[in-house]
């Protein structure tokens, strides 16, 4: 897999999680705990991602 391939696989699970979180926040069932580990998944994935994009660039 290229570099670009993986970095826009990492964006899909980014939005993906992001997707989540927001009906997590939505949702009168969900912790606080939920939120934040997810809110931590994408950081590091976004920390990832940035970290490929100044390679590839």
Do not use: F, W
Not at 9 to 18: E, G
Not at 19 to 29: C, D, N, T
Request: no cysteine.
């Amino acid at each position: 897999m290229s570099l670009n391939s993986h970095v826009e696989v990492l964006k899909h699970k980014h939005q993906t999680l992001s997707e989540k979180v927001e009906q997590l926040q939505r949702s009168p069932g969900s912790t606080d705990t939920e939120i934040a580990g997810l809110k931590k998944q994408k950081l590091k994935i976004k920390e990832e991602i940035t970290k490929l994009e100044e390679i590839v660039s």
